[in-house]
Antibody, heavy 119, light 109 residues
Framework: QVQLVQSGAEVKKPGASVKVSCKASGYTFISYYMHWVRQAPGQGLEWMGIINPSGGSTTYAQRFQGRVTMTRDTSTSTVYMELSSLRSEDTAVYYC????????????WGQGTLVTVSS | EIVLTQSPGTLSLSPGERAALSCRASQSVTSSYLAWYQQKPGQAPRLLIYGASIRATGIPDRFSGSGSGTDFTLTISRLEPEDFAVYYCQRYGTSLALTFGGGTKVEIK
């Protein structure tokens, strides 16, 4: 069965960077795009970007351009999301979510990683 | 960017009642590329509906989606206790400006 297992919670200071991992199993890793979606406390869902695990190409939401980097390691079937220049507004649960046949909706989600930005 | 507006913000209903959740788009949604998700506290979202009306694998038939263009509806025919949650709509498709609605909370009356 498809599983996406994310790294644990992080606490960071403003201005720092955070790198969240998402290890995939149960399917052919390079065959499906992976997305990152975040959710601030008590708020809705916000799409951050997409990575093609096959070639590593990425597309980021405009509001995160310049601050987010998504990468992958095909040897471990893991994707990473790094967000830099953190501010308090970046406090959120970050989810990886697997695409459905390049259709850009999400049938499989990781369990979420809480990133807290606080001085 | 297409903006999705969900209404109402909160729906207070009793188990067994029918729920109708609205998702309105600021522009026409191509080919009914509209999905619905359910999210319970502390959990990741769960895909319910895609293509505006196609139930995802394992989703009970009390959940149904309808609509096209700019107006979409998620209907829960008879609310079960486990259906009280927050529901989000999402526009998808060929453009990568993916957007979600603000959510509708279905709470127990």
């Amino acid at each position: 069965q498809v599983q996406l297992v994310q790294s644990g919670a992080e606490v960071k200071k403003p201005g720092a960077s955070v790198k969240v991992s998402c290890k995939a199993s149960g399917y052919t890793f390079i065959s499906y795009y992976m997305h990152w979606v975040r959710q601030a406390p008590g708020q809705g869902l916000e799409w951050m970007g997409i990575i093609n695990p096959s070639g590593g190409s990425t597309t980021y939401a405009q509001r995160f351009q310049g601050r987010v980097t998504m990468t992958r390691d095909t040897s471990t079937s893991t994707v990473y999301m790094e967000l830099s220049s953190l501010r308090s507004e970046d406090t959120a649960v970050y989810y990886c979510a697997r695409d459905v046949q390049s259709a850009y909706f999400f049938a499989y989600w990781g369990q979420g990683t809480l990133v807290t930005v606080s001085s | 960017e297409i903006v999705l507006t969900q209404s109402p913000g909160t729906l207070s209903l009793s188990p067994g009642e029918r729920a109708a959740l609205s998702c309105r788009a600021s522009q026409s949604v191509t080919s009914s590329y509209l999905a619905w998700y359910q999210q319970k506290p502390g959990q990741a979202p769960r895909l319910l509906i895609y293509g505006a009306s196609i139930r995802a694998t394992g989703i009970p038939d009390r959940f149904s989606g309808s609509g096209s263009g700019t107006d979409f509806t998620l209907t829960i025919s008879r609310l079960e206790p486990e259906d009280f949650a927050v529901y989000y709509c999402q526009r998808y498709g060929t453009s990568l400006a993916l957007t979600f609605g603000g959510g509708t909370k279905v709470e127990i009356k």
